[in-house]
């Protein structure tokens, strides 16, 4: 599963319509199947792209009991608790991601999803973290 598409792409009128069906189409898709996770990683994806932060991080949280092995889960609710401003939480799972494995810190040091986090105090102890991951 790739990380998210990004929160700060620009969408087209045409794009925001096309995603807002695709959303309405996921939805039913949950509700049928509440676990059906394929269609709950979209679901967060396509939240995230169209600003729905909330959603996309109530969407993550079910993914992460979902999948509690997976490490691109972990960095997608790092991901959505730093949209919705939640920086403990998202060092948290951050840090639960890297245990399971994540290692694009190439992604981590430039995705825009996380841009508030790493202004954040605290991700200093992280960032030293994964320095010496690097190692």
């Known amino acids: 599963m790739p990380a998210k598409k990004s929160s700060k ?3 087209t009128h045409t794009e925001q319509r096309d995603l807002d069906t695709k959303i309405q189409f996921i939805e039913g898709l949950v509700r049928r199947d509440p676990d059906y996770v394929d269609a709950l990683q979209l679901l967060g994806d396509h939240y995230t792209q169209r600003g729905l932060f909330t959603e996309g991080l109530h969407v993550d949280e079910r993914l992460a009991r979902l999948e509690p092995g997976n490490p691109l889960v972990f960095y997608n609710l790092a ?14 799972s951050l840090n639960q991601a890297i245990a399971l494995g994540y290692r694009d810190f190439k992604w981590l040091a430039k995705d825009p999803d996380l841009k508030k986090l790493r202004a954040h105090p605290a991700f200093l102890e992280l960032k030293e973290k994964i320095r010496q991951l690097k190692k």
């Open 9 to 11: 792409t620009k969408l």
């Open 79 to 92: 991901c959505s608790y730093s949209l919705t401003d939640e920086f403990d939480l998202a060092l948290q």
